[in-house]
């Protein structure tokens, strides 16, 4: 199976930054959609960022786009999400997520119930 594990969490105060990092296990083969997903209290699940793994565009959501940067490198099977202008609104546990797919099912947006291998998440907190 494939097994994920963020990394990178913390505190910081708004305007600041965090790079966050998802160590994927388990597979041999780029045919992924990845992503990173955040909940915060009382609100549901939302994607922030995706990216195919074997070549494509990332995605974004609105709310963090211009902020923040997903990116991948291969030679370590890791996964990054680079937080930058850390609003208090950002403030969420944050998951890496990945399924297995070909590149067009990742190009649009986000099919949060297509994801079946995800970490356990990593605490972000931003204050004012």
């Known amino acids: 199976q494939v097994k994920l594990e963020e990394s990178g969490g913390g505190s910081v105060q708004a305007g600041g930054s965090l790079r966050l990092s998802c160590a994927a296990s388990?597979?041999?083969?780029?045919?992924?959609?990845m992503g990173w997903f955040r909940q915060a209290p009382g609100k549901e699940r939302e994607g922030i960022a995706q990216?195919?793994?074997?070549?494509?565009?990332?995605y974004y959501a609105d709310s963090v786009k211009g902020r923040f940067t997903i990116s991948q490198d291969n030679a370590k099977n890791t996964l990054y999400l680079q937080m930058n202008s850390l609003k208090p609104e950002d403030t969420a546990m944050y998951y890496c997520?990945?399924?297995?797919?070909?590149?067009?099912?990742?190009?649009?947006?986000?099919?949060?119930?297509?994801?079946?291998?995800w970490g356990h998440g990593t605490q972000v907190t931003v204050s004012s």
């Open positions: 997520a990945a399924y297995r797919a070909s590149w067009w099912a990742c190009s649009g947006g986000f099919r949060q119930s297509a994801y079946n291998y």
């Open positions: 990216i195919y793994i074997g070549g494509g565009s990332a």
């Open positions: 388990g597979y041999s083969d780029r045919n992924y959609c």
